[in-house]
Structure formats: structure tokens, C-alpha cells
């Protein structure tokens, strides 16, 4: 039975939910804390596993209530309550909340959020995907994407065109565009994995606040260099990867949660990357001896690879369920039942078609050391549509070694 912490300075609020969320009483151990000082006191005498706050409280207010949360408990998950008025104030938690909620709160999505971020974690059940991922605060960007979309937000007739091809060259902005615009905070009806619809939907307003004030998307400076990781690198093939994904066979079925997915099918690297370097590097240098694939070391290693760790943070910043189970499982599609066509098994090709195209259209053992699975194959449907996909990936291929040497 999850533990859930709710954290509001009004005693009117807290009784409503009391009387809101009593059918969840069977399925939740609830709590309930007049503010975030009281909250705080709390978590030192008991365990909890959600924390729902208010964000405008007296005293400690909500984003400071998460941050201290995530330094003390980062397996907590943490979700703030807010109002449309309290917009600019609440920009304060994006940094440390994984899910934002608009007030008043309705029960069923409140449900929602909570079992959806929380499901993939019991699923995986490893206490390093808490350890890893918990902490983070934010995800790595490439400097030259970070300043080019902080140019282009200050420039006031930017067109929507030009910011969408901006956060599309970036796994990290990606990502924290994709889980704001899909978090109840901003009242979208439907889930959105599409860049173009979440841009749209977020305003260019919204995104000078992110990036500008906030520095949501901070630079990418590790302590010290990764043998064998570029993230200049890592991004091309990330990009190859949803260029591959929407040309093929997929894309009038899966559309823009196979392109999202197949971007961010990597993800869980920048954060390894980013909280457990010398893993990475044991990990990476590991692959290389034994010629075996980077995931099966890290799974070898630790439990889990760089796949269900990149998963675990889309599902807790409530990222639409098909796009965080493709990436938990495009090195293992055979894990999960999935339909003709299906995203799981389209980011699973995207991701070895671009490793074939970038090592001249053989995979390389000492990078890869996956030969593409005929059965996924067949049972996606996809075995008739494989060599018209291959057919594309010369072209697709040039065109990512061009722009990786700046031509």
C-alpha cells in the first residue's frame, strides 16, 4: 500500500481532500500536513512514498518543501499543487517536482498521476533506479543548443518553426518540454508526445520563464571526460534515431510518440552519465572488451541498463505510458506484447538501423555487438517494410555525418 504525504497550510484544503480521497483509502495510507514545516517533521518520524504539496504556503512553501525532499528522500515521488494565478511562482519547483497538478484537484486524475508515475518503479523494483534518478534535478544539454534556444526565445518575432527545430536537436530540453505540457498543471486534455503540439501548446512565453529565468536545461559539465562517451555523439544518433523512426513503415500509426520515443530512447545515458560517471565508464569500457552491448554489462553490473533508468524519469514527469515503455524496452521488445506496427518494436529498429547507418551499414561488434532480431521482426509486421527502411538510411545517414562535421 503506497504511503502518500498531502501538505497544505489550509485546514479547509486538507479536509476536502480527506472527503475527496476516501474511496482511495483501501489503496493509499494517507497523511495529511498543515504546511511545509509540519510536513518536514513528518518525514523525519515516518516513510512515505508521494508527497503531494501545495506550492503557495507560508514560511516553507511548496518548492522549497520539494527540495528539500529531493536532497533528503530523492526515491520520494514529488508533486506540487497549483493554481493558474500562481503560474510564474510555481516555476520555482520545475527543478524539483515530477508531476504538477492544477488546483482544484480533481480525484481521478490525482489517481492517475500517482499510479502512473509510480508504476513503472514497482515494475522494475530496484532501488538504484531511485538512487539514480530520484536526485537528478535536471538533464544535461548541449551547450551550442542551450545558447542557441536562449537566443531565439529573446528574439521577439522567433517564429514557432524555428523554437520547434531548436528543442527537437536536444534530448534534455525534449524531455522537460514533454513533461510539463503533459502534467495536469497545464490542462491539456491529451496526452502529447509530439514537439510541435507540445511547443504550441506551452507558448513562447512559458518557455522564456523555463529556460531564461530558471536555467531549467543547464550546460553538460562533468567532473571529468567519459572514455568512449560523446554527448555530441549521443545526440546524432539520438536525432538519427526519430528521423529514422518517422520515415518508416510506423509513422502514419505510432506519428509522433514513435519520433518522440525513438529521440528519447537513450535518455537514461545522460543521467548515468550525469550521477554515476564512473559506472558509466566500467560500463562502456566493459562493453568494449567483451564485445558485448552496453546495456548487457550495465544489466550485468547494476540490474538494470541505461534503457529503464532513462523509462523510470519519463514516467515520474508523467511523459504518455506508450512512449516510456518503448524506451524501457528498445533493447528487449520481445518483453512486452505490442501491436503491428507498434512503437516498442519501431524505436527497437530506429535505434539499430541508425547504429548501421553510422557505422557504414554493418553494425560494429565492439559498439553494438545486436543483430536486429528477425522474430520482432516478423511479429511487428515490419519483415516486408525492413529493406524499403534500409533503402533510407544512406541518405539519412549522410545527412547526420554532415551536420555532425558542421557542414
Known sequence: ???????????????????MLRPQRNEWEMSFAPGGEAALAMLEAETFDVIVSD?????????????????????????????????????RAVPVAHQFLLKPCDPD???????????????????????????????PSVPRAFAELRNALSDPETSLDRI????????????????????AFFGVTREVSDI??????????????????????????????????SLEQFHEHSQLAAKIAGAGPGKTKAGGVAVGAALLHDIGKLVIAERAPEHFARAIKGARQEKRPLYAIEEQL????????????????????????????????????????????????SNLLAHEAENGGAIAPELVAEEIDAEVVAEAGLAMQLEEWRDKLDELGEQSTARAKGQ
Not at 514560511?59 to 506540487?80: C, F, N, S
Open 1 to 19: 500500500m503506497k504511503r502518500i504525504l498531502f501538505v497544505d497550510d489550509e485546514p479547509k484544503i486538507l479536509e476536502g481532500l480527506q472527503r
Open 55 to 91: 506550492m503557495r504556503m507560508p514560511g516553507v512553501d511548496g518548492a522549497a518543501l520539494l527540495e528539500a525532499v529531493r536532497e533528503k528522500y530523492p526515491g520520494m515521488l514529488r508533486v506540487i499543487l497549483s493554481g493558474y494565478t500562481e503560474l510564474e511562482a510555481s516555476f
Open 109 to 139: 486524475a490525482l489517481r492517475i498521476a500517482i499510479e502512473r508515475a509510480t508504476s513503472l518503479l514497482q515494475a522494475l523494483n530496484s532501488k538504484m533506479l531511485t538512487g539514480l534518478v530520484g536526485s537528478l534535478q535536471d538533464l
Open 164 to 183: 520547434v527545430k531548436i528543442v527537437e536537436q536536444d534530448v534534455a530540453i525534449t524531455a522537460k518540454v514533454l513533461q510539463l505540457v503533459n502534467s
Open 196 to 229: 510541435r503540439t507540445a511547443v504550441s501548446y506551452l507558448g513562447i512565453s512559458i518557455l522564456q520563464n523555463l529556460v531564461l529565468s530558471l536555467e531549467a536545461f543547464r550546460c553538460f559539465q562533468p567532473n571529468k571526460s567519459i572514455p568512449g562517451f
Open 302 to 349: 547494476i540490474g538494470v541498463s541505461h534503457a529503464e533508468v532513462g523509462a523510470y524519469l519519463l514516467s515520474l514527469w508523467g511523459l504518455p505510458y506508450p512512449l516510456v515503455e518503448a524506451v524501457a524496452h528498445h533493447h528487449h521488445p520481445s518483453r512486452v506484447p505490442h501491436d503491428k506496427l507498434g512503437v516498442v518494436p519501431i524505436v527497437y529498429l
